[in-house]
């Protein structure tokens, strides 16, 4: 069976520090990733997704970006976090050509 | 572009009775439709999905959803609530196009002992 992995689970930042979320599927080969942010009080809003290593899609122009070094891990990164950064980040997988996503624990980031 | 509607942002039942969480969709084509669950400080899990087969899908946890062309809506029903049904619960629309999904602002439930 397919597992989606997501840490840390919890993560407190000073504004202006990097930040760095790791996202790693298990059981399935050349998945679809997904990185998606939940604002407090806000719907999910997708943020990258990527159909093949080093292939990434941005939908949302910020300061993260995203990379996917390998072809079951994906890697949600920021060079300096601002307060608005702060939100609950869900990685997704999905099969090729397939629109089911499946969802992470997710990360809750917390910029002070 | 596809699109999804949540008509009630907060609902709240006693134990034992009926859910009712409203959706519409807007499409251009037939869509595909889903169901997700989120409990506090969690990921979101599949209830179900509809994608042109029958139009009354059933999920897990006992919950069902008919898809209804003619009123663009996609309602999700549970006959008896439970106290561990309350969560946000999301419907969810796919493009077809890239597979991107594109969620409702979410309807909280509240089960009351």
């Known amino acids: 069976s397919q597992t989606i992995h997501q840490w840390p689970a919890t993560l407190v930042q000073p504004v202006g520090s990097p930040l760095s979320l790791e996202c790693t599927v298990e059981?399935?080969?050349?998945?679809?990733l997904y990185w998606y942010r939940q604002a407090a009080g806000r719907g999910l809003q997708l943020l990258f997704y990527s159909v093949g290593i080093g292939q990434i899609s941005s939908e949302v122009p910020q300061n993260l970006s995203a990379s996917r070094p390998q072809d079951r891990q994906f890697i949600l990164s920021s060079k300096k976090l601002l307060l608005s950064d702060s939100g609950f980040y869900l990685c997704?997988?999905?099969?090729?050509?397939?629109?089911?996503?499946?969802f992470g624990p997710g990360t809750r980031l917390l910029v002070l | 572009a596809q699109s999804v509607t949540q008509l009630d942002s907060h609902v709240s039942v006693s134990e034992g009775t009926p859910v009712l969480l409203r959706c519409n969709y807007s499409?251009?084509?037939?869509?595909?439709l889903f169901w997700y669950v989120q409990h506090p400080n969690k990921g979101l899990q599949l209830l179900l999905k509809?994608?042109?087969?029958?139009?009354l899908v059933k999920g897990i946890n006992g919950f069902e959803a008919e898809f209804k062309k003619s009123e663009t809506s996609f309602h999700l029903t549970k006959p008896s609530a439970h106290m561990s049904d309350a969560a946000e619960y999301f419907c969810v629309v796919s493009d077809l196009n890239d597979y991107k999904l594109s969620f409702g602002a979410g309807t909280t439930v509240t089960v009351r002992a």
């Open positions: 059981g399935t080969s050349n998945p679809n």
């Open positions: 997704a997988w999905g099969r090729p050509s397939a629109e089911t996503q499946y």
């Open positions: 499409s251009s084509y037939s869509p595909s």
């Open positions: 509809y994608t042109s087969a029958a139009t």
